[in-house]
């Protein structure tokens, strides 16, 4: 009789399992007139694809911190995910094959560098592959474009507010760094000559204020409330009226290069989307910055759906002025290091005193000591770690949000948020 009542609950138990992994939802294939926004998580930086509603695609970022540092292995910082099988460009490369929308030439429409540091766009070290007939190693957006035609790169180009490419100037900002920016930099020209000549790419400058740089290659005229609005980038800021913009740094001021980062804000129908790379807004006292890049988009940017973490959610970024003025309903984290979020910052994410309503909360991935330092404020995410995919629908009217198991290679459905209206 034990045994039959242990046999029984055995199955009960197979069964209820089965039919939890059964309800769980498959991620839908991408068809025309919804737009998908990924928010890849591979432990080693910034990355984020998206499919316009025609099926034009855009890259933003491919980091690739080295695993020459000390903290990128340490317990400080995410471990490569899913695993060492592959670098963590490779990873991006596998993520893209497995959602591109069918029957489309696999390439990237666009990619984009928000700006020059090692989470975001790669960095040169010795364990690096060389490609011998373009004479460039691969690592970061080098490796997503070595495996995945890129038709047009953005960047924040190289001539302002100093020449990157000037011998005293590189012999300056080498003299500090440890994370080889010129280096790269180097390589990643390389890159773009080659990929140029071989294959096609152009390369630009991304055009603050300007609203026809980023458009749809395949159907625009089926998307008319379709656009993407280039905000900041090099300290230059749109005006919110036509194309003009003002400068926030003169020629020869060099802030470093977080506060020069390209920053865009994505709309379709009534959904709104913005993100800004690694600028900040916090000053060295915690108080907010009124003359800083957050404080200064702020107002051009406006209300949105959904917004990433400035500088994954650091201390020194999402300023009171900054959280109350863009209010999203959904906050991503792009989070990699037990830096992201600061306590203070998810304070500013969570407080209703600057803005009322509900907000939901979603990291890619979130270290024990942040779970640890932070506490019971954690309990606000919806997830702490995964692939966090915004899908828009037809119009822009609705949107869900979705988390994609980031420790397997099939990137199975975790959880599915929504439907949001849109604002």
Not at 249 to 255: A, F, Q, S, T, V
Not at 259 to 271: H, M
Not at 291 to 298: F, K, L, R
Request: with cysteine.
């Amino acid at each position: 009789m034990f045994f039959k009542r242990l046999l029984l609950i055995v199955l009960f138990s197979f069964f209820s399992i089965s039919l939890l992994f059964s309800q769980v939802e498959k991620f839908p294939s991408w068809e025309e007139g919804v737009m998908e926004i990924h928010h890849i998580n591979t432990g080693r930086g910034d990355v984020a694809f998206c499919i316009f509603p025609d099926g034009t695609t855009l890259l933003v970022d491919a980091g690739d911190t080295s695993e020459t540092h000390p903290r990128t292995m340490s317990i400080r910082n995410v471990p490569l995910t899913p695993n060492r099988s592959k670098t963590a460009p490779e990873w991006i490369v596998h993520y893209i094959h497995q959602f591109f929308p069918k029957n489309k030439p696999e390439q990237l429409d666009y990619a984009m560098v928000t700006h020059y540091h090692d989470d975001h766009f790669g960095e040169m070290d010795s364990t690096r592959t060389l490609f011998k007939k373009g004479s460039y190693f691969l690592t970061g957006i080098t490796e997503v474009g070595h495996y995945l035609p890129i038709k047009m790169l953005l960047d924040r180009g190289d001539d302002f507010p100093i020449d990157l490419k000037e011998t005293s100037i590189q012999e300056r900002l080498n003299k500090n760094d440890s994370y080889k920016m010129i280096h790269t930099l180097e390589n990643y020209w390389k890159f773009i000559k080659y990929q140029n000549t071989q294959n096609g790419l152009v390369h630009k400058t991304l055009k603050a204020g300007s609203k026809n740089q980023i458009v749809l290659k395949n159907n625009p005229n089926g998307f008319p409330k379709f656009s993407v609005q280039n905000i900041s980038v090099n300290g230059k800021i749109w005006t919110g009226e036509k194309e003009n913009y003002f400068n926030l740094y003169k020629e020869g001021e060099y802030p470093g290069e977080n506060p020069l980062s390209t920053g865009i804000k994505i709309t379709y129908g009534r959904f709104n989307y913005f993100t800004g790379g690694d600028i900040s807004g916090v000053n060295a006292f915690g108080n907010t910055d009124f003359n800083s890049m957050e404080s200064h988009i702020a107002p051009v940017v406006g209300p949105v759906d959904v917004a990433t973490l400035n500088h994954h959610g650091n201390r020194d970024s999402q300023n009171a002025f900054y959280v109350r003025t863009i209010r999203p309903r959904v906050w991503i984290g792009q989070t990699w290091s037990s830096d992201h979020p600061d306590n203070n910052v998810l304070r500013r994410l969570l407080s209703k005193k600057l803005y009322p309503g509900e907000r939901d909360l979603f990291s890619t991935a979130m270290l024990p000591a942040n779970k640890n330092v932070i506490g019971s404020l954690m309990n606000k995410y919806k997830s702490l770690h995964g692939h966090v995919v915004v899908r828009v629908y037809e119009k822009g009217a609705k949107y869900d949000v979705y988390v994609l198991n980031d420790r397997s290679e099939k990137k199975e459905v975790l959880t599915k948020h929504g439907p949001y209206e849109s604002r």
